[in-house]
């Protein structure tokens, strides 16, 4: 009798501690996960950082900018970015959302509030961005404003042939 009940308490024990140790394990592999798409995040922003200053460069030239109209332009960018980042946030997690409620059983009016709280995340990050456009069009002489007019035309035209959809200032 003894010796069942020593049976007993040892096989829950080692149960316990099995799926202690599993849960361990799976802890692990979670925040291995977690830091491993951290590094990659991490590795394409500073990937995009050249890039970004080549743009800037080729803006500034293109467009004939004084150092202080950069200085200007980059400390508007600098205003809005805070905002801009939670909203695009807010919008990929609303989407995430929206997307497990199509595949679940939610109901048809369920799926189009939630359709909506991206519309209207989408309007906010547009008058966001026309606001920030708006700052920094002040900076600009007449002449700087309608060669941007021309490159900007020039890049819609070519986000027509491909399909790209890349960011107009710097």
Not at 135 to 156: G, N, P
Not at 163 to 169: A, P, Q, R, T
């Amino acid at each position: 009798m003894i010796s069942k009940k020593i049976v007993l308490i040892v096989t829950v024990l080692t149960l316990g501690m099995g799926g202690t140790v599993a849960l361990a394990n799976s802890i692990q592999e979670t925040h291995s996960s977690i830091l491993s798409s951290e590094t990659k995040i991490l590795a394409q922003e500073e990937e995009k950082k050249p890039r970004r200053r080549q743009r800037s460069q080729q803006f500034q030239q293109l467009l004939n900018l004084s150092d202080e109209q950069m200085q200007q332009l980059n400390a508007i960018r600098q205003k809005y970015r805070p905002q801009m980042e939670q909203l695009r946030q807010q919008m990929q997690a609303t989407g995430q959302e929206l997307s497990q409620m199509m595949q679940g059983n939610a109901s048809e009016n369920d799926l189009r509030r939630k359709h909506q709280e991206i519309v209207n995340l989408r309007q906010q990050m547009g008058n966001i961005r026309f606001s920030s456009m708006l700052e920094m069009r002040k900076i600009l002489t007449t002449e700087q404003r309608q060669q941007l007019a021309q490159l900007l035309e020039q890049r819609r035209q070519r986000r027509g042939r491909n399909g790209s959809n890349s960011e107009v200032m710097p």
